[in-house]
Every structure is written in structure tokens, then in C-alpha cells.
């Protein structure tokens, strides 16, 4: 079997998890092991950026000691002969300080940011070597490239993945997030992007599975971070899983369900620290319950806009929509009457610009500091009083749009931010009897 395994920030978070981390490759006879940071590093190398960016320089440093410290920690306390890897991060270190010397916009916070995974994953190699496996580092800006509309070369990456991991009996570690862009700089496919990076590694080497090992029990019901009594769910269906992951469910970077849907390869979810208990397996099949899940989504700004030009018109969403597609902005949430259109947006970079186009059109009007509250389950039109239940588990929180209906899977609501983590628990208690 060809298993592809990513191990999370907090599974590589130490020297402990790291031996956790060998133990289950190799009981799983893992073909290609993809490592993110440790936990809190690409916090901090983004801080770094942030740092030069605003003109504090001086903040750099304390960064830097702080993330030699906790490497340093882990190498002596995983390692017999740590001084490669000691070598490794004072040349790591070097690079990052010359980039802040000599900063370039962009160019140098992708340099800084990419060098976590680079450190954890040459760490891991060097343990499983000196365990007596044989292990094979494999640089992924090598085979992980994206072409300038950000979009990964599957064929590069199946060429050259599979080029390179031909040896049986051989762990193949490498890391997850960076790669390479068009101009041929280091870069890296977005904040969570690991997970990503699994998923097209398991294309390329046409694995039998795919496995996110992280540190919770799978995908839960309900949010872990906001709602006390959330519970895995042990089967769900690719659509639902990438339903909730783009609608915030952290657990899975949203773009991961994708790749492995369309080339039928499962995704299992797996805790680190609790190896034994069965996460979750996302097939085509699911379970049935009535409700899923439900996931949030934060920072969503709504934009409303009235024209009585609507009035009887064709034609007119189709210059509202040429309007985000221009400025490359997706739309998440649309609700329509016969004088206005309400739309949803996640990414705000081209806010002013797309409403000064709108503007041609009608009156425009903005909402800031919103929420999308998604409920997956089982939302068959023919139901009588679904969309009752769901909207009467939360009639102590204002509702500012719906979206039902484009599916049988999900129900979409809009609410302030600030009502979102009652809103879940009050799903938790109303629809999930928890
Ligand atoms: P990793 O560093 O391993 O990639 P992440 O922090 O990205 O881990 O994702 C795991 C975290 O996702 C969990 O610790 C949990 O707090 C959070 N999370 C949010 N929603 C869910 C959910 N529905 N099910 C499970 N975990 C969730
Ligand atoms: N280390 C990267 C991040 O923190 C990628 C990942 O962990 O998936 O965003
Ligand atoms: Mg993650």
C-alpha cells in the first residue's frame, strides 16, 4: 500500500512527538512522510517579516533566539549526534538575518517563511537515520512548483515525485507548504498549506491513502476551539469534508479534499497523540445523521447593493459578477430581491476598487466583521420545517442572510462575528442535543 502522511505543527512540536512520529510511519509503512513546522515557528517567522516591514528591526532578534532555543531543544533531546542539524540552523539562522539586512518585499518573507519545514523536516530525517531506517530527504521545492496563475504543475510534480521515490523499504521525508514559483523563487502554497501539499504528493505517487495525522481525533461535529462537547465523526463524504474545511472547520486546509476526491484516494484524519483511536476516513460514503457538522468562518465583509435598474432587468448579476471576477475575488454568500443583491467576500485586498465599480451600478453599502456559520447534514428540500429548526436554534442571535438550497448538504448563515461562538454552542445544544 502507498500511504502519503503529513504530520501537523504540534505532531513534530517536540522531541517526544517526533519519536511518536517515527513509531507511526513505521506502523503504517509510510512511502512519503510530509513535515510541517513546529508548532508556533511560521507564526514567528511571519512576525519577523512583520517586524522589517514596520520598520523594527530590533524585534528580530528575540524571534530568532526564541526559535533556536526550541530547535536546539528538540535536537539535543532527540538526536545522539546533533551537530549536522546544529550546523543546518546556524546557517538557517544566517539566511533569515541576511534577508532582514537585505530585505525585498515578498521575496525575502517567503525565503524567511519557508525555512520551518526545511529544519523540522532535515531534524526528522537525521533521527529515523540514526534509528538505523532508511530515509531519503527530499527537497519539495524540487518537485512542488506553481506556475503563475498559483496553480501547482501536477505534471512537474508527477514526474518528478515519482522519479525520485522509486526505492522500496525507504522512507521518503519531506516537507509540506513550500515550493517553488514561476520566477523559480522559494515560496510556499498559503498559511495551513501542508495538509495541501499531502494531498498533491499523494496524486503524484498514486497512493492508496492519504493521512493527515494532527492532534485531535478527526474531524469533530462542531468546533473544538469555541463549543465544549464536540465528538468525531467517524465517516464522511469528500463533499462535506471540503464543505466544512473551506467554511473554517481548521482541521483541513480547504483545498486538500479536492485532489484526492478526483483521483478516489481517501483521506484519513488521525490524532498523533492518540494513535489508537479511529479519526476520521473521507471516502465518497458517509455516515447519515440528520446534522453533520457545522464550521465557521470569520472575516467575511458583506456587500450590499440596491438598484432599481434591477427592477425587471436581465443581465444585471452578470455585470455584478464581472465586477469580482475582475478584481479575482470570490464570492462565498449571494442573496437576491428584486431591487438588491447581498454578496459575501472573504478577501477584502480589492474592497475600495470593487465598490467603486459598483458603484455604476447602484447604491452600495459595506458590513464589515461578519461570520458564515455552515450547517452540513442532510438538507433534503422536501423536509417540511428543516430550515425552522435550524434557523430556531439560534433566535437569540440575529441572522443577516441565508443561503439554502443551491445543495442538498449545507445550509449558510450570515452573523456578526461577536455572536459566533454562542451561535455554535447553541447549534451544539439545539441540533446536536449536546
Ligand atoms: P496542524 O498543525 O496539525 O495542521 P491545525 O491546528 O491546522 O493542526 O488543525 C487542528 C486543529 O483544528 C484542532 O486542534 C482544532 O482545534 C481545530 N479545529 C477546528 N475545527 C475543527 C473540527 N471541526 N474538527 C476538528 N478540529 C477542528
Ligand atoms: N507551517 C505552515 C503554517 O503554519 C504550514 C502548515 O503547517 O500547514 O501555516
Ligand atoms: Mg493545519
Known amino acids: 500500500m502507498i500511504k502519503v502522511l503529513k504530520f501537523g505543527g504540534t505532531s513534530v512540536g517536540s522531541a517526544a512527538n517526533m519519536r511518536k512520529v517515527a513509531d507511526i510511519i513505521r506502523a503504517e509503512g509510510a512511502t512519503v512522510t510530509v513535515l510541517s513546522a513546529m508548532s508556533g515557528t511560521t507564526d514567528a517567522l511571519v512576525k519577523i517579516s512583520c517586524s522589517v516591514k514596520n520598520g523594527k528591526p530590533e524585534e528580530v532578534t528575540p524571534v530568532l533566539d526564541m526559535l533556536e532555543k526550541k530547535y536546539t531543544d528538540c535536537m539535543t533531546k532527540l538526536l545522539t549526534d546533533p551537530s549536522d542539524c546544529m550546523e543546518q540552523m546556524g546557517a538557517v539562522f544566517d539566511l533569515i538575518r ?18 520551518g519545514e526545511l529544519l523540522t523536516s532535515a531534524i526528522f530525517n537525521r533521527y529515523l537515520t540514526e534509528q538505523g531506517e532508511r ?18 504543475d501536477m505534471d512537474h510534480l508527477n514526474r518528478e515525485l515519482a522519479a525520485q521515490t522509486h526505492a522500496s523499504n525507504t522512507y521518503y521525508v519531506t516537507q509540506g507548504f513550500i ?26 505517487v498514486l497512493a492508496d491513502e492519504v493521512q493527515i ?34 467554511f473554517g472547520a481548521k482541521i483541513l486546509h480547504p483545498s486538500t479534499i479536492q485532489p484526492c476526491k478526483e483521483h478516489g484516494i481517501p483521506v484519513r484524519l488521525k490524532n498523533t497523540m492518540d494513535p489508537t483511536a479511529p479519526g476520521t476516513l473521507i471516502t ?12 465557521a468562518k470569520d472575516n467575511i465583509t458583506v456587500i450590499r447593493i440596491h438598484s432599481l435598474r434591477m427592477l425587471m432587468a436581465y443581465g444585471f448579476l452578470r455585470k455584478v459578477f464581472e465586477v ?11 442573496t437576491t430581491s428584486e431591487v438588491s443583491v447581498s454578496l459575501t467576500i472573504d478577501n477584502d485586498e480589492h474592497l475600495d476598487a470593487i465598490v467603486r465599480e459598483l458603484q455604476a451600478l ?67 445544544h439545539e441540533l446536536f442535543n449536546l
Open 98 to 115: 541576511y534577508q532582514v539586512h537585505q530585505y525585498v518585499p515578498g521575496v525575502s518573507d517567503r525565503v524567511i517563511q519557508a525555512q
Open 135 to 152: 530515509s531519503v530527504l527530499l527537497h519539495a521545492p524540487g518537485f512542488m512548483r506553481t506556475q503563475p496563475d498559483g496553480k501547482v
Open 179 to 204: 515550493c517553488t514559483n514561476h520566477k523559480g523563487e522559494l515560496d510556499n502554497l498559503g498559511r495551513g498549506g501542508s495538509d495541501y501539499s499531502a494531498a498533491l504528493m499523494g496524486v503524484a
Open 213 to 246: 495525522w494532527t492532534d485531535i481525533d478527526g474531524m469533530h461535529n462542531n468546533d473544538p476551539r469555541y463549543v465544549e462537547k464536540t465528538y468525531p465523526i467517524r465517516h464522511m463524504t469528500f463533499d462535506d469534508a471540503a464543505e466544512l474545511a473551506y
Open 284 to 295: 465518497n460514503e458517509g455516515e447519515q445523521a440528520q446534522f453533520c457538522a457545522v464550521a
Open 324 to 334: 469580482f471576477e475582475h478584481h479575482k475575488t470570490s464570492i462565498d454568500m449571494i
Open 362 to 428: 447602484g447604491t452600495i453599502e459595506i458590513e464589515r466583521n461578519n461570520s458564515i456559520i455552515c450547517i452540513v447534514g442532510d438538507m433534503d428540500h422536501h423536509k417540511a420545517g428543516l430550515v425552522w429548526r435550524i434557523t430556531g436554534s439560534l433566535n437569540t442571535i440575529p441572522v443577516k442572510m441565508i443561503s439554502y438550497g443551491a445543495n442538498d448538504r449545507s445550509l449558510v448563515m450570515l452573523i456578526e462575528t461577536g455572536n459566533k461562538i454562542k451561535a455554535l454552542q447553541d447549534i451544539n
